[in-house]
């Protein structure tokens, strides 16, 4: 599958400065070209809205299309609200 990161997401990410962190979640919107092979769990009353975790971080997706599209991505504790 395809995956695009929303404007959003990919400004929060360029404003990270550790790079461990930036690396790791490289890796995890590469990884989502096939959505289900990481930590998958769909949101409830969300139709084809989809999480992930990434250590203690969430990140939010939508697939339509066969495309996945990142949403957004924050700690448990901001990424619901």
């Known amino acids: 599958m395809k995956v695009l990161i929303h404007k959003r997401a990919k400004k929060k ?8 962190l ?4 490289k890796e995890a919107f ?6 289900f092979s990481l930590d998958t769990i769909k949101i ?3 139709e084809h809205t989809y999480r992930t975790r ?4 969430r990140i939010l ?5 066969k495309t996945v599209y990142i949403v957004d991505f924050d700690t448990r504790g901001k990424i619901y609200k």
């Open 13 to 20: 990410f360029d404003k990270i400065s550790d790079e461990a």
């Open 61 to 65: 997706y939508i697939i339509q299309d």
């Open 54 to 57: 990434i250590g203690k971080y």
């Open 30 to 35: 590469r990884l989502l070209s096939d959505p």
């Open 22 to 25: 930036r690396e790791r979640l």
């Open 44 to 46: 409830k009353g969300e």
